[in-house]
C-alpha cells in the first residue's frame, strides 16, 4: 500500500524523476510476481494513472508485463480494463499536456507512442489479442481497446494493415462494432476504419463486401443526411476511402442501387432555406458530391465511368445537381464543386450532354444553363475557383460532342436573322478580347476545346470577322488573336492565345497561310524565340512560340510566298540555330504545370500565377512534338550528310569515329570473356540438373525399399488363432508352415535388398566420382554378410529342431513292458477298445495304460499350445508395432524428400533466374561489365554449394536406408526368436515353404 500511497500522493520535486521510476520498477514488479489477483488488480489501476505523466518509464518497464495480463487474466474484466487503457495512453501519438519530459530529452522525445508501437506489433499474436477484447461487450473493454487500435494505425499503419489482413476474423470484428448502439463506440470505430482501409485496396474490398455501405447509409439516415454532425462526415470520409481508386467496389456501390440512396442528401431542407447553410453542413454536401465525382472521375476504366453516369441519370442524381446549380443561396463552396459534378457526369456522355443542354433558367426570356455558366466565367468579380470550375464544365460538355462543338461555332457566324439574346459563342469572344487577363485565358482554352480534332470546325472559324477600334473593317478572330498577342503585355493573355492558336493551326493549313500572310507575324515570332529570359513561365511562353512557328512548317501548303516549308526552317537555322529552337520547345515538357496539367483535365489551379497550359493543349503537344523536332533534325541530319560541315565539326566527328572503335575493342574483348564465363556456367547448370536428376532416382529407389520393407512386415504377420479350433498336432505344422514361408520371403527380399544396394552403390559411384565412398560400400556389404548368415543360423538352428523333435517323438517310451510301437494304438476310439477287452484280460490292462498315457499326453499338449497362443500374441503386438514405426518412418521419410526436392526446385529456380538476370545485365553499357564478372563468379560459387548440398542429400538418404536395414534385421531376430518357441514345442519346421512363399510375395 505505500507504493499506491507514492503515486497518488507523489513525492517532492527535487527527486521527483528518480521516485516516479523506482515507483514504476516496484510496480511492474508486483505485476509480475504477486499471485493474487487483487494485487496485479491495484498496480495495473497505480500503472494506469502514471501512464500519462510518466508514460516513457511505464512503457519501457511495464510493456511486456501487461502483454502478459492481457494473456493470463482474461476472465477479470477490471484488470484488463485498466491494462486497455494503459496501452492506449503508451501508445497515443502526441504528446500529453501532464506528461514529464526532461528538458534534456525534450528534442528527441518525439515518436515515443510510435516506438511503444512498434515493440507492440513485432509479435502478431499481440494485435490478435488486442482484437479478441472487441467482442467484448462491456465498455470499459471495448472503449480502450478501440482507442488502442486508433493509436496504432496512427503510428503504424502498414504494420497494422497486413497483419489484420493474415487474421482472418480481423476486420469482420471490427466491423461488428459499426453497428453499435453506444454512439461512442460507433463514432470510435468509424474513425478506426477510416485510417485502415485508407490506401490498402484489399481491406478497402472486404470492408465493403462486409455490408459496409449499408451500415454508413444507415447512420447518415439516422443522424439526418447533411443536417448531421460530424457523424454524417466521418461515414463519407469512410466511403470515399472505399470508393477511390478501387473498381471492384465502384461496381459494387452502382450495382447496390446505393446511387439512389443518395437523393435525399442532395434535397434541400426547409432547415437551409430558413437558416441557411452551416459549416458542418457546407462540409457534408461537399463529401457528398465528391463521393459522386469519384464514380463518374476520368480516372476510373472508361466501362465503370460510363456505366456509373447512366445510372446517375435514372437515378435523377443529375437533375438535382442542375437544380443545386439554378437554385438560390448556395454557397460558392458548394456550387463549385456541384459544378465539377456535373461536368463529370457528362464528359463524354452524348445523352448527360443533351439532357444539359435542355437545362434552362426560369428567367425571361429562357437563358440555357450554358449561358448562365459562360457569364459567370467572363465575370471579375466571380471566385477564381468558380470560373474554373466553370470552364472544366465547358471543356466536358464539348469533349466528344461535335454538334455541341458546331452549335457554338455556328453562332460566330454571320446570320441573317439577329437574335437579341447573348450566344455562348460571343461570350467566349467577348471575354477572348476583354481587358481581364483571366478571362482571356479561359475564353481561349475553352474555343481550343471546340475547334479540338475537328478540322472542318477549324476552317469554318475562319470565316468569323471581327470589327476594328477604328471602324476600318473587319479581320478575321485568327488575325484579331495575333494582334493582341502583339500589343498584349500580360504574359497570361498571351500563354492562352499561344495555346489557341496552336490548337487552331494543327491539321488545318488554311489557317496556317492565313496566319502567315499577316505582315510581321513572322518576325514577332522569331524575335519571341531569339529572346533570353530568365523567368521559367518566360521561356516556357517563347517555346511555345517556337512550337507555333514548328506546327506552321508541318501543316504549311507551300502557298505563301517568302513562308514556304522549306524558307521558313532555313530562317531558322540562320537566326535561331537549330539546336536553339529545338531547346526551346524542349522547355515545354520541363516545366512544373505542363506536368500537372497533364495527368487530369481538370484545372487545378489555387490561384491566377498559376493559369499557364491546359490539358488539351498537352495532349496536342506530346502528339506533335515529335513531328515538329524531326522536320529540323532530319533537315540537319542531311545538311550533315551533304558534306556542308566546317572544320571544328569535322575533326569533332573524326575523334569520335576513333573513340567509337576503341569503345568497338573493348566490347568485343567482354563478349569474348563473357562467352567463356557463360560457357562455364552452361556447364555447370548441366552437371547441377545431371546431379539432381541422380538424386531423384535415388529416392525413388528409397521409396520402393521403403514399401517393399512394409508390405513384407504387413505379409509377415501371422493369421489369428481361431479360438473354438482342436488345438492337435496338424494345427500346429500349419502354422510351422507358415513360418517356413515366412522365412523363406525374408531371406528372398534381403537378397532383393543386396542387389538393390548394389546398383544403389553404382550410382552413387557415378555421381560422386570425386568423393571417397568406398568405406560405405563396404559397410553395405559387411551388412549384407551379416544378414546372410543370421540367415544361415536360424536355418540351420530350424534344421536341429526338426531333428530334435522327430527323435524325442520316437523315442516317447510307454509306461508298458509290450515292444508295440506307440503310434499304432496311441489314439485308439472307445470302440476299439472295448473290442480289445473282448479278447483278453491281458488286454484290458493295456489298454487302460494307453488311454492314461494319452490324456496325460494330450494336457501336456495343450498347455504348451496355450503356452505357445499367448506368445504368439504378445509377437503380433510387437509386429503392429513394428508396422506402425515403419509407417511412422516413412511418413517422416516422405517428407523430408519432398522438402529435399522443393528445396532443390527452388534454388534451380532462383539459379535460373539469377541466369536470367545476367543475360539482361550483359546487353548494358560496357561500364557495368566488371560488376557482371563478379556476378558471375558468385553464381558459380552458389552452384558449387548446391553440389555440395546434394552430395549431403544422398549421404542423408545412405543413413535412412541403413537404418531401414536395421529395422529389418530386428524383424529378423524376432521371427527367429518366434520359430524357435516353436521348435520349443517340439514342432518341425521344414525347407518346403520356400515355395509357398515366393507365390505369397507375388
Known sequence: ?????????????????????????????????????????????????????????????????????????????????????????????????????????????????????????????????????????????????????????TNCPREIQQQILHCHTGVSKLMDILGETREVLRNDSLILLFKLTKGNSNIQKIVAFENAFDKLMEIMEFEGWTDGGIVVEDCLRLMLNLLRNNPSNQTFFKEGSYISRLLPSLSDSAETTEYGWDAQKVSNMLHILQLIRTLVAPSNPAQITAACQLACKQSQVLDHLEDILLAVGIPADVLTEAINAIAELIRGNNDNQSQFLSVSAP??????????????????????????????????????????????????????????????????????????????????????????????????????????????????????????????????????????????????????????????????????????????????????????????????????????????????EKRVGSDSFLDKIADIPKHESFNKALKSPQPRFSNISELIVDNTFCQLFRSLDRDVTSIISDRKSSAMLNGSMDASTQAALENYKVFIREQDAKIKEYIDANTLLHTEFRNLQARYEEISGTVQQLRDQNAILQAQAINAVT????????????????????????????????EDYIQELEARLNADDEAEDALRRDSECQTEKDQKSTTAEMLRSQLENMRNLVLKKD??????????????????????????????????????????????????????????????????????????????????????????????????????????????????????????????????????????????????????????????QEDLLVMLSDQEEKMAKYKSKLRELNVAVSDDEDVDDEDDLT
Open 363 to 572: 428567367s425571361e426570356p429562357p437563358r440555357p444553363v450554358l449561358v448562365l455558366l459562360l457569364m459567370s466565367m467572363v465575370n471579375e468579380k466571380q471566385p477564381f475557383s468558380l470560373r474554373c470550375s466553370v470552364l472544366y464544365c465547358v471543356q466536358s460538355y464539348l469533349y466528344k460532342n461535335t454538334m455541341g462543338q458546331a452549335l457554338i461555332v455556328e453562332s460566330l457566324l454571320p446570320k441573317s436573322e439577329q437574335t437579341g439574346d447573348i450566344s455562348s459563342g460571343q461570350l467566349l469572344c467577348a471575354g477572348l478580347f476583354s481587358n481581364d487577363s483571366v478571362s482571356n485565358w479561359l475564353c481561349a482554352i475553352a474555343l481550343a476545346q471546340v475547334i479540338s480534332e475537328s478540322q472542318k470546325l477549324k476552317e469554318e472559324l475562319l470565316r468569323v470577322q471581327l470589327a476594328t477600334q477604328g471602324g476600318s473593317g473587319t479581320v478575321p478572330l485568327l488575325v484579331q488573336c495575333l494582334q493582341i498577342l502583339q500589343h498584349n503585355a500580360s504574359l497570361t493573355t498571351r500563354l492562352g492565345l499561344l495555346q489557341l492558336m496552336c490548337v487552331w493551326v494543327s491539321s488545318c493549313p488554311l489557317a496556317v497561310s492565313c496566319l502567315l500572310k499577316v505582315e510581321g507575324a513572322i518576325a514577332f515570332f522569331m524575335a519571341q524565340i531569339c529572346s533570353n529570359e530568365h523567368d521559367e513561365t518566360e521561356r516556357l511562353g517563347h517555346g511555345l512560340s517556337a512550337f507555333l512557328l514548328g506546327l506552321c512548317m508541318i501543316y504549311n501548303n507551300n502557298t505563301v510566298a517568302g513562308a514556304t516549308q522549306d524558307e521558313l526552317i532555313s530562317l531558322v
Open 803 to 960: 531333428e530334435e523333435l522327430l527323435r524325442i517323438k520316437n523315442e516317447m517310451p510307454l509306461n508298458s513292458g509290450t515292444p508295440a510301437d506307440r503310434f499304432e494304438n496311441m489314439f485308439l476310439t472307445t470302440l476299439e477298445v472295448e473290442a480289445l477287452k473282448k479278447h483278453g484280460g491281458s488286454d484290458a490292462l493295456q489298454v487302460e495304460l494307453k488311454e492314461k498315457e494319452i490324456e496325460r499326453l494330450r494336457a501336456a499338449h495343450q498347455s504348451e499350445v496355450g503356452d505357445l497362443t499367448k506368445e504368439r500374441n504378445q509377437l503380433e503386438d510387437e509386429l503392429f508395432k513394428t508396422r506402425h514405426e515403419l509407417d511412422e518412418l516413412k511418413e517422416l521419410n516422405t517428407s523430408t524428400s519432398r522438402q529435399d526436392t522443393d528445396s532443390l526446385e527452388r534454388r534451380l529456380r532462383e539459379v535460373t533466374a539469377e541466369l536470367d538476370e545476367f543475360k539482361e545485365r550483359r546487353d548494358k553499357s560496357t561500364v557495368a561489365t566488371s560488376s557482371q564478372f563478379e556476378l558471375q563468379n558468385q553464381v558459380i560459387v552458389k552452384l558449387n554449394d548446391d553440389l555440395k548440398e546434394s552430395k549431403t542429400a544422398v549421404e542423408n538418404l545412405q543413413s535412412e
Open 1 to 153: 500500500m505505500e507504493i499506491l500511497r507514492s503515486v497518488l500522493v507523489g513525492s517532492d520535486s527535487g527527486t521527483q524523476s528518480v521516485s516516479s521510476a523506482d515507483t514504476i520498477e516496484r510496480l511492474v514488479e508486483r505485476v509480475n510476481s504477486s499471485t493474487l489477483l487483487e494485487d496485479r488488480r491495484d498496480a495495473c489501476r497505480a500503472l494506469k494513472a502514471m501512464s500519462k505523466k510518466f508514460r516513457l518509464e511505464v512503457g519501457a518497464q511495464g510493456l511486456n508485463s501487461m502483454i502478459t495480463v492481457l494473456q493470463t487474466d482474461q476472465t477479470d474484466s477490471e484488470i484488463i480494463s485498466y491494462v486497455l487503457e494503459t496501452l492506449a495512453n503508451i501508445f497515443y501519438p502526441e504528446e500529453f499536456e501532464e506528461e514529464v519530459i526532461p528538458d534534456k530529452q525534450r528534442d528527441d522525445f518525439t515518436g515515443v507512442g510510435e516506438g511503444f508501437s512498434e515493440m507492440f506489433l513485432k509479435s502478431e499474436e499481440n494485435l490478435s489479442l488486442l482484437l479478441e477484447f472487441l467482442e467484448e461487450f462491456d465498455f470499459k473493454i471495448r472503449r480502450p481497446a478501440v482507442a488502442a487500435l486508433n493509436s496504432l494505425l
Open 715 to 746: 505379409s509377415s504377420k501371422p493369421s489369428n488363432p481361431d479360438p473354438v479350433m482342436e488345438m492337435n498336432s496338424s494345427s500346429t505344422s500349419l502354422e510351422l508352415d507358415s513360418l517356413r514361408k515366412q522365412i523363406a520371403h525374408q
